[in-house]
């Protein structure tokens, strides 16, 4: 198989797509492979294409590149966007009972998996476990561990209670069952390595206010407003453990007054 292995998730924004890649891309980061993210999102609450992408291999990575393994697409448009990066033997899992995706055409030389996401999310504990029903579909199509996406599930969910993490675990073994049994004749061509590795996922946010707090920062004033507030997020709670502060303040012109 390729020295690295790409994937994503899309559909409309409010359909869970950055949550369900991070939590694919933890359990990769678990399974000590190298893992850099990518996400592309509308400026609205809901609906507009959104994707997250999530280049891994068991070596370094510093890029997303425009060639996608496994996609799950949630939409039809999802297919759109990413025609030019699917390839011969790329993976498209995907929903056929959802009424917009039943006229979905998977390219003949590609691989297409159509899975009853919500039915078997619905079996499961709940429908709005779907996306999770899909990543354990990738992880049957990968050959990729599901121990490693329970560790993610558990770190995501843990906080909601034992019975939320065994509902979501439950609901990416359908998805794994399902691949596994209907589609027992199918080659694919990808078989994702673990290793022993013991690796942080952070993002460029949570690397600003850890290197922050480290080089001694104790007081921080902002605004709400793309892409500060992420860091803001992250200080909050964390840097008055070392007897700093963070404020919030009416604008912008007073975060920096306050500074």
């Known amino acids: 198989m390729p020295a690295d292995f790409n994937w994503a998730i899309g559909g409309e924004a409010g359909d869970g797509i950055a949550s369900t890649g991070k939590i694919f891309a933890q359990a990769l980061s678990r399974a ?3 893992v850099f993210t990518s996400k592309d999102f509308a400026s609205r609450i809901r609906g507009g294409y959104t994707a997250y992408k999530v ?15 496994v996609l799950i ?14 390839h011969e033997g790329s993976v498209v899992i995907y929903d056929g009972e959802r009424t917009t995706m039943q006229d979905l055409e998977i ?16 079996e499961a504990g709940g429908a709005i476990m779907a996306n999770v029903v899909a990543l354990g579909a990738a992880c049957e199509a990968t050959q990729f561990p599901i121990e490693n996406l329970d560790s993610a599930l558990k770190k995501r969910f843990g ?11 439950q609901a990416a073994r359908e998805g794994q069952a399902y ?14 390595e ?28 902002g605004y709400p407003i793309t892409p500060a507030t992420d860091v803001m997020e992250y200080l909050t709670g964390r840097i008055e453990q070392f007897g700093g ?8 012109l007073s975060a920096i007054n306050l500074a």
């Open 245 to 252: 502060h963070v404020v919030q303040a009416e604008d912008e």
């Open 73 to 86: 697409a949630l939409t039809p448009r999802t297919v759109e966007e990413n025609l030019d990066e699917l």
């Open 107 to 122: 390219p003949d030389e590609m691989i297409g998996l159509d899975v009853p996401l919500k039915s078997l999310a619905e």
């Open 159 to 169: 906080d909601k209670g034992q019975a939320i993490v065994d509902n979501n675990e």
């Open 179 to 192: 691949v596994r049994e209907a589609y027992a004749d199918t080659e694919f061509d990808y078989d994702l």
């Open 55 to 69: 280049r891994t291999s068991t070596e370094r990575v510093s890029s997303v590149v425009d060639r996608l393994d």
């Open 32 to 34: 000590g492979r190298h």
């Open 194 to 221: 673990c290793t022993d590795e013991d690796y942080v996922l952070l993002n460029g946010d949570q690397a600003i206010g850890m290197g922050a707090i480290a080089a001694g920062c104790r007081f921080y004033a």
